[in-house]
Nanobody, 116 residues
Framework: QVQLVESGGGLVQAGGSLRLSCAVSGSISSINGVAWYRQAPGEQRELVADILGPGRRNYADSVKGRFTISRDNAKNTVYLQMNSLKPEDTAVYYC??????????WGQGTQVTVSS
């Protein structure tokens, strides 16, 4: 079992920054990859960024150059640094991990709202 708790969401003006955190606990040694997803109202959940291994970071085209995903193994925390935020970044952001026993875990989500 893996537990995920996100934090760091909020209301920010366009052009501003936020850093999301995802605290990970439980069977940490079983984790293969970590990712951030988001879901806007009326839209499907989409992948924002992920880390699948050392040096293997992937980003959605819409956030490349603005968002950075990172992982601090000592603190068991995954981060999403979001800069130059746009109103279209408004969504609920979810942390997700995949494990070596082929099960994915999700956090409860944190709301990010970007005002124009």
């Amino acid at each position: 079992q893996v537990q995920l708790v996100e934090s760091g969401g909020g209301l920010v003006q366009a052009g501003g920054s936020l850093r999301l955190s995802c605290a990970v606990s439980g069977s940490i040694s079983s984790i293969n990859g970590v990712a951030w997803y988001r879901q806007a109202p009326g839209e499907q959940r989409e992948l924002v960024a992920d880390i699948l291994g050392p040096g293997r970071r992937n980003y959605a085209d819409s956030v490349k150059g603005r968002f950075t995903i990172s992982r601090d193994n000592a603190k068991n925390t995954v981060y999403l640094q979001m800069n130059s935020l746009k109103p279209e970044d408004t969504a609920v952001y979810y942390c997700q991990v995949s494990t070596s026993y082929f099960r994915d875990y999700w956090g409860q989500g944190t709301q990010v709202t970007v005002s124009s």
